[in-house]
């Protein structure tokens, strides 16, 4: 692929991404095919700010680990309050890490 067409995607999904994972990102994409980037633009990559929000506020009811694709986790902090409020607050300090994990297999499938 372009290099400039990767250079532009990643300018424009780097808050979606870890650091870490945006040089292994550019090595594949660069590595990849042309016909293959379209299907990569179209990708829906959850914001991780956002979804620090709504582990804040929504927290206690698991609709931040529901809104991941952990359904199990969502329904332990929905039928537990959020673990009595510890699994919560863990939650807002690991829920923007998870989200970016989550943002880069995403990625990865498509371009394997």
């Not at 959020?82 to 998870?98: H, P, R, S, T, Y």
Request: aromatic share 10%; glycine share 8%; charged share 20%.
């Amino acid at each position: 692929m372009d290099s400039q067409k990767v250079d532009l995607f990643l300018a424009a999904n780097q808050k979606f991404f870890s650091p870490m994972q945006i040089l292994t990102i550019k090595d594949r994409l660069l590595a990849l095919d042309d016909d293959r980037f379209a299907l990569i633009n179209a990708l829906d990559y959850k914001d991780p700010t956002m979804m620090i929000l709504v582990s804040i506020f929504a927290g206690s009811l698991g609709i931040d680990r529901f809104m991941l694709g952990d359904t199990g986790y969502g329904g332990l902090k929905l039928l537990t309050g959020g673990g009595c409020g510890i699994l919560m607050i863990l939650d807002w300090f690991k829920i923007e890490e998870l989200t970016r994990n989550q943002n880069y297999t995403k990625l990865m499938q498509v371009i394997s």
